[in-house]
């Protein structure tokens, strides 16, 4: 596991070093908007299982994905007027909206951060992003990098990269509403 310090110095080139990782199929550890997150590309369904299984969790329960834009987020589901009207004013920022996939059953949980370093990072991929807490489900996420590190120090699967930006402002996980329905549904706050 390579661990990589980022600074306001160094922000494009640890865009470029962890697309290069993520290009590869490699699971990445990264600051968010909101906490520490497991990254991958969201369309490599090998590195998405091997997320599943470095946070132990349930392949039942979907792992939300980040997005660069509404333009990315229309690729991915079906997003009528009221709805993109809503998502304008909440993203970017820490909302997960739970949204129709688009052309297939079931939902998908979509996020535009508000992170410069990870929007920069979603531009050069040009793809969807995993976007799920790094921790080990049932165990706190954590905007302390060191208290990530420790969650997966002992473990058989680790990271492949972890881009370190210290402590990240207090916060917690984003807020999930459900906008399938309407008038739309808080699902964690």
Known sequence: MEVLKLSSENLNEMVQKTARSI???????????????LICDATNQKAVKRIILLKRRSPQKPIPVFVKDIKMAKR???INRTQAA????????????VLKRKNSQGTIGL?????????????????????????????????????????????????????????LPRSKPSTVIDLTLWPPKILRY
């Open 23 to 37: 290009r590869r199929g490699q699971i990445v550890i990264c600051p968010t908007d909101t906490v520490y997150g």
């Open 111 to 167: 996020r535009i951060p508000n992170h410069k370093w990870l929007l920069g990072l979603a531009e050069q991929l040009n793809r969807p992003l995993t976007g799920t807490s790094a921790n080990i489900s049932g165990k706190p996420a954590s905007t302390e990098i060191k208290e990530v590190l420790k969650q997966f120090k002992n473990q058989k699967n680790q990271p492949d990269l972890v881009i370190d930006a210290g402590g």
């Open 76 to 78: 991915l589901a079906e």
């Open 86 to 97: 809503f998502l304008k004013e909440v993203w970017p920022g820490a909302v997960t909206a």
